[in-house]
């Protein structure tokens, strides 16, 4: 099985960050969001992955070569924003005949049955209800919960069952043949998106499974990646040993502390994701996620997103700061 993680996206909804940083690698939880796609696989024994880059791709192919020099990664750059079902389309040459996909993207972190997916012996896709699905791609569901339509963002949507970014496709020959067949029909300029894809191999006859799944994050807005850290790091253990000694500072669980983090006079959670090597002294920081090789002083933060190697010296704000920034509220 292969499993395809399009990760080419430029990320526009979580700008300033996206700028420097692609989505894929911003902390959540003490790992990075790719990092939980990742791990799920290699926990079930599967290494076999091909990783889909563009904008800002060469961070990504570092980060996980360096990461993950266990697994067998392969890496495509979509030169140009051809669409989600063109970016899967990019990778037909390095699966094999009728292979089995996995495909996932890559800013998607979801609670769901991972082994009942792998081991389906029917392709079968991850949905969610959702209270505006015009923003998704929709599913249409039968009666006997195979799906019946696909629509990508529709304007008068007939289901309001989404599409969270999980697809399990065993017919994999069928599904890049179709592929090949609509891209040809397409405008130059046109995108082509995996939704098309899916609704042309449903039309060719394949069944496909619709699955719901328990909770699904769409981290593309500053609110929902600061609540999806929040219900991570409750879902994780950190004992009070684990935590190293901070000089007059209180640390308050649930929180994930990097390596050669300097913290001191300071009260820092809960609800609180700081990547390595960050300075914090003389402040607050509750519900709020910091990035690598920051400096925080004399501030009181909640409810923030701070890049990587930003500095922050000030009073109280509520502030989304991007990578490579120095902000001094003093």
Known sequence: MKIIIPVAGAGTRLRPHTYTQPKPLIPLAGKTIISFIIDSFIEKGHEDFIFIIGYLGEKIKNFITKEYPEINADFITQEERGGTGHAVFLAQELVHQDEELFIIYGDTICDYPIVDFIDSAESVIAVKKV??????????????????????????????????????????????ELMRADIDKLELTAEYSLTSAIQSLIESGTKIKAHSVKNWYDCGKKEILLETNAILLEKMEYPSESVPFFENSIVIHPISIGRNCDISNSIVGPNVTIADNTQINGSVVSDSIIGSYSEIHNVLLHKSIIGSDAIIRGKNQSLNIGDNTELDLS
């Open 131 to 176: 209270d505006d699905p015009r923003e998704f791609g929709v599913a249409e569901l039968k009666d006997d919960g195979y799906i019946k339509n696909v629509v990508e963002k529709p304007k008068i949507p007939k289901s309001n069952m989404a599409m969270v970014g999980i697809y399990k496709i065993n017919e994999s020959k069928k599904l890049f």
